[in-house]
T-cell receptor
């Protein structure tokens, strides 16, 4: 079992709809959770982070964390073509910022 | 967020040569920097953790004599790919962050070895 798992996609979403991305992790002791967006040929860009159970909203993005079920999700509301990218889930198991990344989910937003 | 500057952005070299990639933290002091490698359509794989003033910590399967890491100051970490071969062609990305929390990435270096 991979430490951090994501559906590779592609997740095809109509413009204006909600994109829902899921990520599961294996280490129950994981403490911090991050979502990065990566455009083709570019480096990852941090878009959300969450530490506590529940929801965290930032603009069109909402991160949801459920430590009991060991999953973290990302919702993108009012999806735009510019949201088309690969979204990487990352988990920090301990203090310090050594992250373990999932394989990424490719999102395609169609006009 | 923290700014991490990485260069060169792209390098093409002949097989057998060495290539140095620099990573600078511009607005924070980086006691730790991380070096990742990413092959096409694959996720990021951590190669090593660079520690200021001490030896780097390499992940399992990464040859420390081939991927030399130097972290001589709080703002600069370098990765040197020695005797590069075509199989070393990849996207190399450094990352760092202050307060041991969020990680910010450099712009990446696309290495092509002919």
């Amino acid at each position: 079992q991979k430490e951090v798992e994501q559906n590779s996609g592609p997740l095809s979403v109509p413009e204006g709809a909600i994109a829902s991305l899921n990520c599961t992790y294996s280490d129950r002791g994981s403490q911090s959770f991050f979502w990065y967006r990566q455009y083709s040929g570019k480096s990852p860009e941090l878009i959300m982070f969450i530490y506590s159970n529940g929801d965290k909203e930032d603009g069109r993005f909402t991160a949801q964390l459920n430590k009991a079920s060991q999953y973290v999700s990302l919702l993108i509301r009012d999806s735009q073509p510019s949201d088309s990218a690969t979204y990487l889930c990352a988990v920090n198991k301990a203090a310090g910022n050594k992250l373990t990344f999932g394989g990424g989910t490719r999102v395609l937003v169609k006009p | 967020g923290a700014v991490v500057s990485q260069h060169p952005s792209r390098v093409i070299c002949k097989s057998g040569t060495s290539v140095k990639i620099e990573c600078r933290s511009l607005d924070f002091q980086a006691t730790t920097m991380f070096w990742y490698r990413q092959f096409p359509k694959q996720s990021l794989m951590l190669m090593a953790t660079s520690n200021e003033g001490s030896k780097a910590t390499y992940e399992q399967g990464v040859e420390k004599d081939k991927f030399l890491i130097n972290h001589a100051s709080l703002t600069l970490s370098t990765l040197t790919v020695t005797s590069a071969h075509p199989e070393d062609s990849s996207f190399y990305i450094c990352a760092g962050g202050e307060h041991n929390e969020k990680l910010f990435f450099g712009s990446g270096t696309q290495l092509s070895v002919l």
